[in-house]
């Protein structure tokens, strides 16, 4: 199932994903505020070096905008690119405010 | 606006036909004009022929009149065509097709002809539930007689070998069906594999098996090599990558009918497959692309990538342009996959080298690719779940009835011709072919594996008991767990127990991996299965 395009906020996380498998490694991850996650994916590019392209928004809290795509039990956010406006960083925005 | 040029009337430019006269033209006619210089030239093998009519061909409802123009072209008449233009009737009427062409006793083959969307694979519920996969995708029911009980292995293996044409173009389809079998053996048509160097030491192993003692293959960890010298070779990425294997192999196309290997990765994201270096430091490279071939000249393709056997990414997958570009055959798995990356082949790694050894030996792709799944079933009961998963998610795609080495296929044999095979070893004449080979897979898989989990306290007392107990434990401790957390399972398969030692690791890397360790009934290892990264 493809839904549109859609923006989702949550805490990016690393995880391993695909244990045991030829694909076993290190995945980021949106930890969705209101509960599950989706695995983020740039589209083009090789799923094993989407944790390095976003590494640096690691464990902070982000606004995604792509299209949220649910495959054989599979929940993935699927990016244009690693830059704005498909990835927001919220506690940047946070900051700004409070200062 | 183009002009009829029979009748003048003015035309649509995207009309392939005139709405006045009816006149064909464009790229139909191209179409037709090349598939009758086709034809005119050549030769539909003595084989082919009655394969074809022993064939329930499976197919979209708007292919039909083409194909079966297809057939008359080649006087040949299908054993039968079913069709629709909804997947799941489809599903519904070649399965009923298919229990009434079984009892005519003519049935020897199923061919299915489009893409997932067109002829949808069956969707199997995933045995190893742990890597996120709801379910495999399995074209191997459309050859089984009875219903599929996904709990017994034995029930996934099709009573009639399928094979799958992922392609609606009528040329494609022509080819795939009619062109002449190879006439080499597939060792000798093994032209090149392509490894992760991560799993590089299981990739020599399945080739050494496939080549023999005597033909030495060389590993390619450099692009400077001379590799036209060396061909048989393995390309190890990350060393090579997909630009210097474009590059390499831009300069001539495969040989016909070679014989192509893949161990590397795949993701469901994307269609292109992916390298890894062998030094733990994730260094990851496109290694194959859709487009990095542009001719396969009737080659066969074996892919262990995760996904690699799959139909259902946005753009076009690597099997689809396969075929679009000449290839013959493509054995891959349509979900996430499993190996090993030491020299105990498992799972994937034993799909690929039993496909090949049973095409070496004259074997048809259908019957191979059973064969395959068949000794899987019978190899390490102690990693049975990942076994059903590698069974139930392997896929052919490909005529099924082709066969690497002139005369010898399995289905002539059938026929009466003297070159041994499993189909044909039985001489009992009030018996069909079929029913024998049933009956052989049956005697040779009637047996379901069981596992029990053992209670904490009964695990400790069976782990001390091993005669190798303290060897387990020390290799528990290398995968940096603790024998007292791992869980022990009892397996019991053909009348005899083994024992299944796995649990998880936090220690090695940053994330946790997976083990299993199969151990046999009198307490010694018998093999190891670990996640990327423990070793």
């Known amino acids: 199932m493809v839904n549109s395009a859609t923006s989702l906020s949550g805490k990016l996380i690393s995880e391993t994903l695909f244990v045991g498998s030829k694909s076993e490694g290190v995945y980021p991850v949106l930890s969705l505020e209101q509960g599950g996650k989706y695995r983020v994916h740039i589209r083009g590019q090789i799923s094993q070096l989407d944790i390095e392209s976003l590494s640096s928004f690691i464990g902070k809290t982000v606004t995604l905008t792509g299209k949220f795509v649910e495959k054989n039990g599979h929940r993935v956010v699927v990016l244009n690119s690693n830059e704005l406006p498909d990835v927001h960083l919220l506690e940047n925005l946070n900051d700004q405010v409070s200062s | 606006m183009k002009h009829c040029p029979h009748c003048k009337s003015n035309q649509l430019d995207t009309a392939n036909f005139c709405g006045e006269c009816g006149f064909e033209f464009g790229d139909l006619v191209n179409k037709r004009q090349a598939l009758n210089a086709n034809l005119n030239g050549l030769n539909v093998t003595n084989d082919i022929k009655p394969a074809i009519s022993q064939t329930l061909f499976v197919l979209p409802s708007f292919l039909v009149s083409e194909l079966q123009q297809l057939f008359d072209q080649y006087s040949i008449s299908p054993l039968r065509l079913v069709a629709d233009s909804n997947p799941e009737v489809l599903k519904q009427r070649s399965k009923q097709s298919l229990r009434e062409s079984q009892s005519t006793r003519k049935l020897r083959f199923v061919c299915l002809i489009g893409g997932w969307e067109l002829v949808s694979p069956y969707q199997l519920s995933n045995p190893a539930r742990e890597d996120g996969d709801d379910y495999c995708y399995s074209d191997a029911p459309y050859g089984c007689i009875d219903d599929v009980d996904e709990e017994n292995i034995r029930t996934l293996l099709p009573d009639i070998p ?26 000798d048509a093994f032209y090149f594999a392509v490894t992760a160097d991560c799993w590089v030491t299981a990739t020599k192993k399945i080739v050494d098996q496939f080549n023999g003692e005597a033909r030495q293959v060389s590993i390619l960890k450099s692009t400077g090599d001379d590799i036209n010298t060396n061909f048989p070779v393995i390309f190890s990425s990350p060393e090579w990558d997909e630009d210097t294997l474009s590059e390499t192999l831009s300069g001539s196309n495969p040989p016909k009918g070679a014989v192509i290997l893949f161990n590397v990765h795949g993701s469901p994201d994307e269609p292109q497959w992916v390298g890894e270096g062998g030094d733990g430091e994730r260094n990851f490279v496109p290694i194959f692309h859709p487009e990095t071939v542009q001719d396969f000249n009737d080659a066969i393709l074996v892919t262990e ?231």
């Open chain 2, 305 to 535: 990538a995760c996904y690699g056997g799959a139909l259902n990414f946005d753009g076009e997958s690597i099997a689809e342009s396969f075929f679009k570009r000449g290839g013959k055959a493509f054995v891959g798995c349509s979900v996430i996959a499993y190996s090993t990356h030491d020299g105990n082949l498992a799972a994937a790694d034993l799909i690929a080298l039993h496909f090949l050894n049973s095409l070496d030996e004259g074997k048809t792709l259908g019957e191979s690719l059973n064969i395959a799944k068949e000794r899987l079933c019978d190899t390490d009961p102690e990693f049975d779940d990942l076994s059903r998963k590698t069974v139930m998610s392997f896929n052919l795609y490909g005529a099924p009835w082709h066969s690497c080495k002139l005369g010898s296929s399995s289905w002539v044999s059938m026929a009466g011709a003297t070159v041994p095979s499993v189909l044909n070893t039985v001489t009992d004449e009030s018996e069909s072919a079929l029913d024998r080979a049933r009956r052989l897979y049956r005697s040779r898989i009637s047996r379901t594996v069981n596992r029990l989990a053992m209670s904490r306290e009964d695990a400790m007392e069976a782990l001390k008991s091993f005669r190798e107990a303290e060897k387990i434990e020390k290799l528990v401790q290398c995968f940096g767990a603790s024998i007292e957390t791992c869980q022990v399972d009892v397996i019991q398969f053909k009348g005899e127990q083994s024992y299944r030692v796995s649990g998880r690791s936090g220690k090695v890397g940053s994330h946790a991996g997976r083990f299993i360790v199969a151990v046999n009934a009198n307490g010694t290892i018998k093999n190891t299965l670990v996640s990327r990264g423990l070793v």
């Open chain 2, 162 to 187: 399928v094979g799958r044409i992922p392609s609606t173009d009528i040329e494609t389809i022509r080819r795939v069906l009619f062109d002449s079998p190879i006439a080499k053996r597939a060792v």
